[in-house]
């Protein structure tokens, strides 16, 4: 639907502005070129902006500084994966070897970017004020969300909106839920103590693979017979570790993964079940442990009821009744939750799943690509929901 309040939106330039970041994926905190590049393009829009006030390459640019009535914040990752991309034939490959853009953060970035010029544009119109978050560590620890909260960045925001891009949904599909929309998640490390003797006398020492096959399965005898079938709880064993011969056994067994849980008291039940777990089986293989864990789990993510109502309304307007679908609840972990401990938060999906350009791989694999046509949706989807949820707040 065609709105004239929405200022023309150029689809190229956000190509560009994509491209170039898929180019040049950065990890974690340090992000020297990828926020060089956001600080450039809004200086060339004239747009205001804070840089490193909430945490190392952290940027925040205002429309409406002086309208404090009520801020409406939205959301953009910038953080890469340490992946090698396969994309070979695609120009804008990534130039970093080892480090890409496979979740999708280059468009997020692209589009916040494409949202900042065209509030800035019609900003006498907009009668609240808007603050547009450039995020670094997503993916890692500790959490881009959490230092920029502890840093106060909620502190005068009253509302926040973020999007996420996805290859499962067809090109220009936008998707919502009222509620959960990511789980809890922690990563785990267990090390496990044994004796290593000859293969040929294994009754003299202590065999620590042994005890790690153990603890691998009964983790799934724990998810299929303690887990509520209408609950979500993965616990995976992703690395494993043992030995350094064929002659002798394994003095010692490194055991990581990660658990998800959609509901923060599955995951409290959760930890508490695999050290359980851990040292039963280690006391009755008679090997020592040692059980440790990246940090507190990231929480998990929840629409706003009434946040999401008011963004189904303006999303629809923009791609239709037919192009808006229910956002199902995921087990991947989304650390925009730490804004939403402080403030309503609402996450919605934007699908670019094409089979003819071939934008079909999962995220977090070497061949993730985007069909970049729908970067202008996600654009006007930002601009539409914030004249519409700004209407009524006032200076």
């Known amino acids: 639907m065609m709105d004239s309040r929405i ?8 190509v560009r502005i994509r491209r170039e970041l898929h ?3 950065e990890l974690g905190w340090d992000l020297t070129e990828t926020s060089a590049l956001v600080r450039r393009e809004l200086d060339k829009a004239g747009i205001p902006y804070e840089a490193d006030k909430y945490g190392k390459n952290t940027i925040v640019a205002t429309i409406n500084p002086e309208k404090t009535g009520f801020t409406l914040g939205l959301r953009a990752d910038m953080d890469a994966l340490p992946i090698r991309e396969n994309n070979e034939d695609k120009p804008y490959r990534s130039q970093n070897d080892g480090v890409m853009h496979a979740c999708g953060h280059d468009a997020h970035t692209a589009m916040l970017i494409g949202t900042a010029r065209a509030l800035y544009e019609i900003r006498d119109s907009i009668p609240c004020r808007v603050r547009l978050l450039f995020q670094p ?19 005068d925001i009253d509302a926040i909106v973020m999007c996420h891009v996805n290859c499962l949904d067809e090109t220009h599909v936008i998707s919502s839920c009222p509620g959960t929309t990511n789980a ?5 490390k267990a090390v496990l103590g044994g004796k290593s003797v000859h293969v040929a006398s294994p009754h003299m020492g202590k065999d620590a693979l042994a005890a790690g096959v153990k603890i691998y399965n009964g983790i799934q005898t724990i998810l299929g017979r303690e887990v509520d079938p209408f609950d979500t709880c ?5 690395k494993m570790h043992a030995g350094t011969t064929v002659s002798a056994n394994a003095d010692e067994c490194v055991m990581e993964g990660s658990i998800r849980c959609l509901r923060d008291d599955t995951m409290v039940w959760a930890r508490a079940r695999l050290e359980t777990l851990v040292r039963l089986v280690a006391e009755e293989s008679g090997v020592t442990w040692s059980l440790g864990w990246s940090g507190d789990p990231l929480p998990s993510a929840h629409n706003d009821p009434a946040l999401y109502e008011a963004f189904a309304a303006s999303a629809r307007k923009v791609v239709g009744d037919g192009r808006f679908k ?15 401990q402080y403030k309503p938060g609402l996450l919605f999906g934007l699908g670019m799943r094409n089979e003819a ?10 061949d993730w690509d985007i069909d970049e046509d729908a970067l202008e949706t996600g654009v006007k989807v930002f601009v539409r929901f914030v004249l519409d949820y700004a209407e009524g707040k006032g200076n």
């Open 7 to 14: 200022p023309p939106i150029d689809q190229e330039d956000l």
């Open 23 to 25: 180019a040049h994926p």
């Open 137 to 155: 560590c997503e993916e890692g620890r500790p959490s881009g969300a959490r230092i920029m909260c502890e840093h106060g960045v909620m502190d």
């Open 184 to 188: 809890t998640s922690v990563a785990w």
């Open 234 to 238: 993965v616990m995976a064993v992703c």
């Open 326 to 340: 229910l956002l199902l609840p995921s087990p991947g972990g989304e650390d925009f939750a730490y804004y939403e």
């Open 357 to 366: 350009k071939g934008t079909v791989h999962p995220a977090h694999t070497k």
